[in-house]
């Protein structure tokens, strides 16, 4: 993985994926689901790694106060939302 000091400001999914420790192709669905904060430029999904450690952060204390350490990071990333579109559906059954 990469030092987390040389990573830029905006990642990727690969670069994201890794600082996160997850699959790319998870990454991709989260992305889609809006389970993580992400936005598109042009066809490609961006991150702001700013961004997302404001949101892990932010993530951990609603976890610790509610008991949960180390928990609800994995909640946020896992839950589910409902596709709304046609085109949602193709891509999670592409991608599996």
Known sequence: MSDVAELPEVMN???????????PETL????????????KLGNRWKFKKSVLDAWMERECRIGEA?????KTTVYALRKK?????????????AAG
């Open 81 to 93: 939302r409902p596709s709304t579109s046609r085109s949602d559906r193709k891509f999670t059954t």
């Open 66 to 70: 509610r008991g949960k350490k180390g």
């Open 28 to 39: 991709y669905k989260y992305a889609k689901e809006g389970s993580i904060p992400a936005f």
């Open 13 to 23: 999914i690969r670069r994201t994926a890794e600082y996160l420790g997850v699959n």
